[in-house]
């Protein structure tokens, strides 16, 4: 069988993304271009594929065998595996979630540790504080993400700040009330999201009762 008609994995697809994602810091695309290779990414089914989106991009590493008239190779990071889509934290550790294509959620009754960290690509995520057992009064959210969608969601009396996300070609919002911690939550997102969205904000229910006592 030709090189370039294997079957791509998900992992090789996050890899040539991040390629993408450095054209794009180099001046070499547009966020238009990016978006429209993206779209290619994500839907690409062999290596031949993939090549397509990276052939013009000077500088930019490719395997010989997938495309004539280069000479240069880039590591294709290996596969996942059967590794457990939400690790469970140690005793104090971080509770490490990590996404490829794929759908994260935390509701209902969850331990919360003091520390969460976001590995996300391409994915939509969930977390739930409305239910959950929590181990601290101040809990640590730190994204490294692209292309996902972040809700958060907070008990009525909960506060959060997100000043310290780092936003490209994205958004991150907060309907939740800022500040300095008060009351038995206080939430803090910090880190980097590429071509993604995070959104924290109370349940509807809450938001509702609110809009009609006009809080």
């Known amino acids: 069988m030709d090189p370039k008609d294997l079957r791509v994995s998900d992992a090789e697809r996050e890899h040539v993304g991040g390629l993408l994602q450095r054209a794009v810091g180099q001046g070499?695309?547009?966020?238009?271009?990016?978006?429209?290779?993206m779209d290619t990414v994500l839907a690409a089914k062999t290596r031949g594929d993939?090549?397509?989106v990276l052939?013009?991009?000077?500088?930019?590493?490719?395997?010989p065998e997938y495309l004539p008239q280069t000479t240069a190779a880039f590591p294709v990071q290996p596969q996942a595996g059967s590794a457990?889509?939400?690790?469970?934290?140690?005793?104090?550790?971080?509770?490490v979630l990590k996404g490829?294509?794929?759908s994260l959620t935390r509701k209902g009754r969850w331990d919360v540790p003091s520390?969460?960290?976001?590995?996300?690509?391409?994915?939509?995520?969930?977390?739930?504080?409305?239910?959950?057992?929590?181990?601290?009064?101040?809990?640590?959210?730190?994204?490294?993400?692209?292309?996902?969608?972040?809700?958060?969601v907070l008990p009525a009396e909960a506060t959060a700040d997100i000043n310290g996300v780092e936003t490209v070609a994205s958004s991150a919002t907060t309907k939740v009330r800022g500040g300095a911690p008060f009351g038995p939550l206080h939430v803090v997102v910090?880190?980097?999201?590429?071509?993604?969205?995070?959104?924290?904000?109370?349940?509807?229910?809450?938001?509702?009762?609110?809009?009609?006592?006009?809080?």
């Open 190 to 215: 910090v880190g980097k999201i590429f071509c993604g969205n995070v959104n924290v904000a109370h349940p509807f229910a809450t938001r509702l009762r609110k809009f009609i006592n006009g809080a």
């Open 50 to 52: 993939l090549n397509q």
């Open 28 to 37: 070499m695309l547009s966020l238009g271009e990016f978006t429209e290779r």
């Open 115 to 152: 520390v969460i960290r976001l590995d996300t690509f391409a994915s939509s995520v969930t977390l739930d504080f409305t239910e959950a057992v929590m181990q601290t009064q101040v809990v640590r959210i730190e994204v490294n993400d692209s292309f996902s969608s972040i809700s958060i």
């Open 55 to 63: 052939i013009d991009l000077p500088g930019i590493q490719m395997r």
């Open 100 to 102: 490829r294509l794929s």
């Open 84 to 95: 457990p889509a939400y690790p469970a934290a140690g005793p104090g550790g971080p509770l």
